[in-house]
């Protein structure tokens, strides 16, 4: 780690274009893209831009390049976007998740938001079985997620604590180094950007 940090020179002119949408309600995934934006850009350097579609929320975090755009012009935005990383909060749009490199599944597993979910959808769990599932603002022990995942029948990607979202936390280091949008030698899911470079 040294205090030049940034992507390679080979790798500068890749893009790629990460989804995050919750499953349970306010699972946290506004927060979470902007705390993922503001970590690569102080740390890595990274060009990142943060779109939500069909809400204004980003407006609240008063940081630059992110917006809400609508449906209908978002395939274009991507498209013309010059920076490294997009993050998109899909919300309950289902019908962009194909413009996505990949896609995180936010769930707050209380009891409450858990019931409340299965209520309205008996099947969730089913069509996440096969998805990119974290456990977000999480307080069950390594123990308590296991047994939620097998009753479940979904495999949990990762599991993030309740985190700070006015510093750099090494939660959301280790997360994003484990989608491989970073990394410490070797090539990740993407393996673009090497912060070692």
Do not use: W
């Amino acid at each position: 780690n040294n205090e030049s940090d940034s992507i390679s020179d080979v790798n500068r002119d890749k893009k790629i274009v990460l989804g995050f949408k919750n499953v349970t309600l306010h699972a946290g995934s506004t927060s979470l893209i902007y705390m993922i934006k503001q970590h690569l850009e102080r740390n890595y350097k990274v060009n990142v831009e943060a779109f939500e579609i069909g809400r204004s929320e980003f407006k609240y975090f008063n940081v630059s390049n992110m917006y809400e755009v609508n449906n209908n012009s978002l395939e274009l935005t991507i498209k013309n976007s010059k920076s490294n990383i997009i993050l998109l909060d899909i919300n309950n749009n289902e019908n962009i998740e194909y413009l996505c490199d990949d896609v995180i599944y936010l769930i707050e597993p209380s009891i409450l938001k858990i019931n409340k979910l299965l209520s309205e959808r008996r099947d969730v769990f089913n069509f996440l079985s096969n998805k990119k599932v974290i456990l977000n603002k999480c307080i069950l022990t390594d123990e308590e997620v296991s047994i939620f995942a097998n009753e479940a029948g979904i495999k949990i990607y990762y599991s993030i604590p309740f985190v700070n979202d006015r510093i750099d936390n090494y939660v959301i280091n280790s997360f994003i180094e484990k989608l491989g949008i970073v990394n410490k030698g070797g090539q990740g899911l993407f393996g673009f950007f090497n912060k070692d470079n």
